[in-house]
C-alpha cells in the first residue's frame, strides 16, 4: 500500500478533477441558441450554452431556448432513442412528411441541395430555427416542433418575394424562386420519392401560401383584377395538379387489347391552402394611405373568395384528396382589431419583442407566428399529424 502526503494528496485530487471536468465537456457538447437537446432518436448533445435551457418541445424536439425553462416543462431530456426491450433493436421511429410552399412568410431558407430533413434535424438546413422573414421560429417552425403531435419531417421551398408564376407577375429580383419554380424542385427530387425520402399519399401534407407578392405587385395596375386573380388562380392550381399527377404518360400494352394510357401519379393528396392575410393594414400599406390601403384590400377579398371556390372545385374533381383552408385573413382581422387581448401593445408596433405582432413594417413577428402556428395545427387536428 502506497502512503501520499498531503501536498501529494491534494496534486492527485485537482489532477483527476480536471481529468473529470475533460471527460464530462467532450461527452455533453453544448448546443447554442435554437439547436436540439434531446427527444426522440436524437443522439447529439443535451446540453445547452450559458444563459439558454434545454426546453421540452414535445417527445421529438427538445429545444435550447433563450433563458429559463417554464415550470410545467421538464428540462432533462429524454432517452436519446425510441424505448427497447431486450429481445430486439431500437424500433424505426415513425414519421410524418411536410412539403411546404410559398413565400417570405413562410420561409425558413431551405435548400434541396443541401442537408435533408431527418430525426433530429426535422427542417434539413439551415440549422433551426432557419432563416425566417423577421428572425426566431415562424409558423412553420411552430408547427413542425410545437404544436406536432408525431415527428414531422419539412421540406420547406417557400422562398422570400415569390410569386406564383414569374411571367405572370415578376418577383423583385430574378433569383427570387417562383411557386412555379419551388414545385419543380420538389417534382425534381423528393417528388420522386428517393430513399432519403420515402413520404407515402397517406404520411404527407402539402402546403401552399401565396399570393401576397402577386397581389402586392399589382393591385393598383389598370384592368379587370377579378380576371388577373382568375389566372393567377389557374396558374397556382395547375401547379397543385402537378402535385397529384404530372404531365407525365406512360402506356401499358396487353396482348390483343388496345393500349392503356396512364398519367404519372406524384402521389400529393392532403392539401393545406392559405389564404392572403390582411397586409393592407400593415405598417408599410399604412405608410401609403387610405386609398391604397382600400384599394388592396379590394384585390386581396376577391382573390381570397376566389380561391376558397378553387380549392372547392379541385376537391370535388379529385376522388381520395383532403383539402384544409387556415383563414390567416380572418385570424389577422381578429388579433389586429383586439391587439392586447393576444398579448400584443398595439396594433401597428413593429420589433422582434413579443408585444409586437409586427416583426418588420410588413410581416409579422416570431410571437404572431406562434399564434398562426397554434391556429394551423387546429385546422389539422384529428388528421395525420
Known amino acids: 500500500m502506497r ?14 478533477t480536471f481529468v473529470v471536468s475533460a471527460i464530462v465537456c467532450a461527452v455533453s457538447a453544448q448546443q447554442p441558441t435554437w439547436a436540439q437537446c434531446g427527444g426522440i432518436g436524437w443522439s447529439g448533445g443535451t446540453t445547452c450554452t450559458p444563459g ?21 416543462q421538464p428540462t432533462t431530456p429524454p432517452p436519446s432513442t425510441s424505448p427497447t426491450t431486450s429481445a430486439g433493436p431500437v424500433p424505426t421511429v415513425t414519421a410524418n412528411w411536410w412539403f411546404s410552399f410559398g413565400d417570405s412568410y413562410t420561409q425558413t431558407g431551405f435548400n434541396p441541395s443541401g442537408a435533408l430533413p431527418s430525426t433530429g434535424n426535422p427542417i ?12 426566431g421560429q415562424n409558423w412553420v ?21 415569390a410569386t406564383i408564376d414569374a411571367k405572370l407577375v415578376p418577383p423583385f429580383s ?5 411557386l412555379t419554380d419551388q414545385v419543380n424542385q420538389f417534382l425534381n427530387g423528393a417528388g420522386k420519392k428517393p430513399a432519403s425520402s420515402p413520404w407515402t399519399s397517406d404520411n404527407s401534407l402539402f402546403s401552399i401560401w401565396i399570393g401576397i407578392n402577386d397581389i402586392g405587385s399589382t393591385y393598383s395596375q389598370s384592368g379587370d383584377r377579378a380576371a388577373f386573380s382568375d389566372t393567377l388562380l389557374n396558374a397556382e392550381f395547375a401547379l397543385v395538379q402537378k402535385l397529384v399527377s404530372n404531365d407525365d404518360i406512360f402506356f401499358v400494352f396487353v396482348t390483343n387489347m388496345p ?3 396512364y398519367l404519372s401519379d406524384v402521389g400529393a393528396r392532403n392539401f393545406l391552402f392559405v389564404n392572403v392575410p390582411p397586409v393592407d393594414r400593415s405598417p408599410l400599406m399604412i405608410s401609403q394611405g ?9 384585390v386581396i377579398l376577391g382573390f381570397n373568395s ?5 380549392i372547392d372545385a379541385f376537391k370535388a374533381s379529385h376522388a381520395g384528396v383532403q383539402t384544409w383552408l387556415w383563414d390567416s385573413n380572418a385570424a389577422f382581422t381578429t388579433i389586429l382589431n383586439s391587439p392586447r387581448t393576444y398579448g400584443f401593445n398595439d396594433a401597428t408596433s413593429v420589433g422582434t419583442g413579443s408585444g409586437n405582432f409586427w416583426g418588420d413594417v410588413y410581416h409579422p413577428s416570431s410571437a404572431a407566428h406562434k399564434i398562426f402556428g397554434q391556429q394551423v395545427a387546429d385546422v389539422r387536428a384529428g388528421t395525420i399529424w
Do not use: H, I, W
Request: glycine share 8%; proline share 6%; net charge positive.
Open 124 to 135: 434539413g438546413n439551415p440549422a433551426y430555427p432557419g432563416n425566417t422573414a423577421t428572425g
Open 174 to 178: 430574378s433569383s427570387v424562386v417562383s
Open 306 to 310: 376566389k380561391l376558397a371556390a378553387k
Open 52 to 72: 439558454n435551457t434545454c426546453t421540452k418541445l414535445n417527445d421529438y424536439y427538445f429545444q435550447c431556448l433563450p433563458g429559463a425553462a417554464p415550470s410545467s
Open 3 to 16: 502512503y501520499l502526503n498531503l501536498d501529494q494528496a491534494l496534486d492527485m485530487r485537482r489532477s483527476l
Open 259 to 261: 393500349p392503356t394510357v
Open 141 to 161: 417552425g411552430y408547427d413542425t416542433t410545437v404544436f406536432n403531435k408525431s415527428l414531422v419531417l419539412t421540406y420547406n421551398y417557400a422562398y422570400g418575394g
Open 290 to 298: 387610405a386609398n391604397a390601403q382600400s384599394t388592396e384590400k379590394t
